[in-house]
DNA sequence: CTTGACCCTCAAGTTACTTGAAGGTTTACG
DNA sequence: CGTAAACCTTCAAGTAACTTGAGGGTCAAG
């Protein structure tokens, strides 16, 4: 079976060396094999492992999620709906951000439009609308 | 000019104690008076700077653009049309996470979707799904 | 055999705070 | 007036998830 060292694997899994030695300081992944000059060996199941990682973290889900995620296919007789369960609950967080940040918009598209609107004449010496940020 | 201390502005801008020391640290509140034991004397004009600044952080811009914006405020003569253009920029950043957001949504929808279509048996000892997310 | 690309570890920086320890101050009550 | 609760102080470390840098070893090609 064909081996490479970090740099490699980072290449294949679309991630940087520091990361890789991050998530195995963490625990998120195993500790890698080395070379007699200590060098990290990695191979091709490492490839998925990661990719199934970094697809996680794509999803939002933190780290100590993913190593929940990361426990249950290790464990398979129950992975299925627990696994279910968190993505889910990830949605779910999902959705609660992105409510929040449409609101976040539509106030900035309100702020940006009373700048256009009420100081369109240019730089006047008296905004505003900074003034009123500061009031309650 | 009725003063108080630091317990009572935080809880009149809704933040609390430590995090108005630590925007003092970073600069973006200038240093408080103090009285002869020490502790920070506040009036009410910290108040409405203090509301300013959460105001920003609400709307998602950072500590060195807030302090920006407070610069901005201190000169009048282009202040407006800059703070313009920083509220544009903040709205087009919000607007790309918006965008990553949505994408997240789908894609986790899909992925609950598969865990409830494929998996509805209840928890099979090979979960397909989980297999998926490994490979590249 | 040397040069450049790659690897190692360890420490510190990033953002925007929060939490905790150890101790001084103020205020309210009896 | 005493004392206990509530509040204040500073400094240090913790949080998430890495990134960056220093200082130095290793590997592959020409």
Redesign the interface.
């Known amino acids: 079976m064909h081996t490479f060292r970090i740099g490699t694997l980072a290449s294949?899994a679309a991630l940087n060396p520091p990361t890789i030695r991050y998530y195995e300081e963490v625990g998120l992944l195993r500790k890698a094999r080395r070379m007699g000059s200590g060098q990290r060996v990695y191979d091709n199941t490492d490839?998925?492992?990661l990719?199934?990682i970094k697809?996680?973290r794509?999803?939002?889900f933190s780290i100590e999620q993913v190593k929940q995620?990361v426990a249950?296919?290790a464990d398979?007789?129950?992975?299925?709906?627990d696994?279910?369960t968190l993505?889910?609950e990830?949605?779910e967080q999902?959705?609660v951000?992105?409510g929040e940040?449409?609101a976040?918009?539509q106030?900035?598209?309100e702020?940006?439009g009373s700048?256009?609107s009420r100081?369109a004449g240019?730089?006047?010496?008296?905004?505003v609308?900074?003034g009123d940020?500061?009031?309650?």
């Open positions: 294949r490839v998925e492992r990719t199934f697809r996680c794509e999803f939002g995620l249950l296919t398979p007789s129950s992975a299925c709906m696994a279910r993505a889910a990830q949605l999902v959705r951000q992105l940040l449409r976040l918009e106030s900035l598209e702020l940006v700048f256009d100081c240019g730089p006047g010496p008296d905004c609308i900074l940020l500061a009031r309650s």
